[in-house]
Every structure is written in structure tokens, then in C-alpha cells.
């Protein structure tokens, strides 16, 4: 996933497949708060769940959208 296309779910509830370190498929329900580049790890979403590496995503479903 492209930095463009990630900032498209600041702000809104998503539920989040990712690869964490071992390769191993999570899921989460997490609330994007920004989308960012963290030292060490690259671009990421900002979550409330903590940093989620853009490389590592595997499928984003939004759940609620932003408050206009």
C-alpha cells in the first residue's frame, strides 16, 4: 500500500489483516490516526492498537466512516 492510499483511512475505525514479524496473519480493529514514516520501520499507519507497517498490510475494511 502507497503513502497516497493509506491516508484515505485517517480518521476512520478499519479492521486490519497485517504480517506481523514471524509472518503470521493478525487481525485487528484499530482507529487510524495518521499515516507516517517511524525511524526503523518505514511508513506506517498510526493506530490506536500502536504502528502498523504499510509493507506488511495485507487487507484494510473500513468499519465506520469519518465524521464530516
Not at 21 to 28: A, K, L, M, V
Not at 58 to 64: G, K, M, P, Q, T
Request: hydrophobic residues 35%.
Amino acid at each position: 500500500m502507497s503513502f497516497k492510499e493509506a491516508q484515505q483511512y485517517i480518521g476512520t475505525s478499519c479492521e486490519v489483516t497485517y504480517r506481523d514479524r514471524r509472518g503470521e496473519i493478525q487481525t485487528r480493529q484499530v482507529f487510524v490516526t495518521d499515516v507516517t514514516f517511524v525511524p526503523l520501520y518505514g511508513l506506517c499507519l498510526i493506530t490506536d492498537y500502536g504502528e502498523i507497517r504499510l509493507d506488511r498490510l495485507v487487507s484494510v475494511n473500513v468499519l465506520e466512516q469519518k465524521a464530516a
